[in-house]
C-alpha cells in the first residue's frame, strides 16, 4: 500500500471521513473549524492517490497529548492504518508524554487497536457518553 503522511487537512476531509466512519459521537464541520485553529491541535492524515482517507486529531497541552479523533474510512479499514497513524504521531513526541483518549467499550475496534499499542484503562467514567448513553474508558500510554 502506498501511502503518505500529511499534517494538511482540510475540514471537508474531516467531515467526509468522520460522516463514514464513526457510528456515534462524529464531530461536526463547525468543531473542526473551530479546532484547526487552535494552537494546541494537531493533525496527521495519511494520503492514498491524493486523498485523504484517514486521520489523527489530538491536543497537545504541556506534555499530554489527548487523542480528539482517529478514523479510517470504512473502505480503507483493515490495514491497520489507525495504528500507522498513532505510532507515526507517537514518534515525533518526547519521552515521557501521556497519550489520553476515551473510548466507548463497545467499540471494541478501536479498544483492541488501543491495548496492541500498549495503552491501558485508568479509569471507567459512568454513562459519559449520551445517544447512546454509555461508560467511557479512560486510557492513557506514556511515551518511554
Ligand atoms: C478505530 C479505527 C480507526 C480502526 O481502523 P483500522 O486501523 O482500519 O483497524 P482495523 O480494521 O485494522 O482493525 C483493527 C483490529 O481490530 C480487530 N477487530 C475487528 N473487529 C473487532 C472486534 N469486534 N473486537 C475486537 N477486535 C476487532 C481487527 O480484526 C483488527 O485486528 P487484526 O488486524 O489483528 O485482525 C476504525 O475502526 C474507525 O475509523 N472507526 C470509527 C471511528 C472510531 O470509532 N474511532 C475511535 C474513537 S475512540
Known amino acids: 500500500m502506498n501511502y503518505q503522511f500529511t499534517t494538511q487537512v482540510m475540514v471537508a476531509d474531516l467531515t467526509r471521513i468522520t460522516e463514514q466512519a464513526y457510528q456515534y459521537d462524529g464531530w461536526t464541520s463547525q468543531l473542526y473549524a473551530q479546532d484547526l485553529n487552535q494552537a494546541t ?3 496527521l492524515a495519511i494520503k492514498i ?3 485523504i482517507i484517514a486521520f489523527l486529531g489530538a491536543s497537545l497541552v504541556l506534555d499530554e497529548f489527548s487523542v480528539t479523533n482517529l478514523a479510517v474510512l470504512p473502505a480503507w479499514q483493515g490495514h491497520r ?8 504521531a507517537m514518534r515525533h513526541l518526547p519521552q515521557g508524554t501521556r497519550l489520553l483518549l476515551e473510548v466507548r467499550p ?6 483492541a487497536l488501543y491495548e496492541r499499542i500498549g495503552f491501558q484503562t485508568y479509569f ?3 454513562k459519559y457518553y ?6 467511557a474508558y479512560l486510557m492513557d500510554y506514556t511515551i518511554k
Open 41 to 43: 491541535s494537531r493533525y
Open 130 to 135: 449520551r445517544d447512546p448513553i454509555e461508560d
Open 124 to 126: 471507567m467514567r459512568p
Open 49 to 51: 492517490n491524493d486523498e
Open 106 to 111: 463497545s467499540n471494541q475496534k478501536a479498544v
Open 81 to 88: 492504518l489507525g495504528e500507522i497513524l498513532l505510532k507515526e
